[in-house]
């Protein structure tokens, strides 16, 4: 039996999301506190 196509466009769509996440992000509230995280692993751009 075939895939479900929407179900492997899902996992590519989240594939392609891993791959070009960045290495850090910066998370703010609406009273200006921010936190900064970090991957360790880095992010592996061309």
Known sequence: ???DPT?????QVTIDALVAAPAWWVL???EG???CVASW????RS
Request: proline letters at 6%.
């Open 28 to 30: 703010a509230d609406t």
């Open 7 to 11: 179900a492997v466009q899902d996992v």
């Open 33 to 35: 506190n921010e936190a």
């Open 41 to 44: 692993m880095g992010s592996r």
């Open 1 to 3: 039996m075939p895939a």
